[in-house]
């Protein structure tokens, strides 16, 4: 496995861009057996995944309503992320 670096820095990390060589048909078992012992040294050594979260403010309906919205939209980011990391390893294979 080779590291190619940062690719883009995102509202909760960084992404990283790896390239590896497999044998035909076990890119997927290797992409996650990769990832899965990335992030077990970062827990390792301290490195915690960021997480989003809000506080808010007001009476208590306000408070949920926003709090609902603020969930919602941060769902949303997260998913887009996720589809365009997706798209761009589907791109790579």
Do not use: C, W
């Not at 820095?9 to 996650?32: C, E, K, N, S, W």
């Amino acid at each position: 496995m080779k590291m190619r670096g940062v690719e883009q820095f995102g509202d909760y990390g960084i992404m990283l861009g790896f390239a590896m060589t497999t044998r035909p048909g076990h890119q997927t078992q290797v992409r996650r057996r990769a990832k899965a012992l990335i992030k077990d040294a970062f827990k390792k050594h301290g490195i915690h995944f960021a997480s989003p979260t809000a506080q808010v403010a007001g009476n208590e309906a306000q408070s949920s309503m926003a709090a609902a919205a603020t969930t919602r939209g941060t769902i949303a980011k997260k998913n887009a992320a996720l589809a365009a990391q997706e798209g761009g390893e589907a791109a790579a294979e």
